[in-house]
Nanobody, 121 residues
Framework: QVQLAESGGGLVQAGGSLRLSCAAL????????MGWFRRTPEKERTFVAGITSDGGTTRYADSVKGRFTISRDNAKNTVYLQMNSLKPEDTAVYYCARGTSPSTINAFDSWGQGTQVTVSS
């Protein structure tokens, strides 16, 4: 089983930026799609962004397109989520996830514990 650990969350003013990091334990990190999800107390966990194993293809939820950027550094076993122009509605617990293939950004099977992002108005 792969262990995923998110970090970088915190409190930020609307319009500000945060960069989340997800460190993965395991030797097969570079072979899998990675993604970010988020959850609020009133909503089920929803997809935010995904990236293929080689970093060549990304996909984003419509709500974050143009504001968030997912990237990865396979040498460091780390995936990032750069969040700009943050809005109060972005407030959520953000989770890192591993996909089930190198290239298909639609299915995930391993999850981190989450990091809280709070955007003040």
């Amino acid at each position: 089983q792969v262990q995923l650990a998110e970090s970088g969350g915190g409190l930020v003013q609307a319009g500000g930026s945060l960069r989340l990091s997800c460190a993965a334990l395991g030797r097969t990190f570079s072979n899998y799609v990675m993604g970010w999800f988020r959850r609020t107390p009133e909503k089920e966990r929803t997809f935010v962004a995904g990236i293929t194993s080689d970093g060549g293809t990304t996909r984003y939820a419509d709500s974050v397109k143009g504001r968030f950027t997912i990237s990865r550094d396979n040498a460091k076993n780390t995936v990032y989520l750069q969040m700009n122009s943050l809005k109060p509605e972005d407030t959520a617990v953000y989770y890192c996830a591993r996909g089930t293939s190198p290239s298909t950004i639609n299915a995930f099977d391993s999850w981190g514990q989450g990091t809280q992002v709070t955007v003040s108005s």
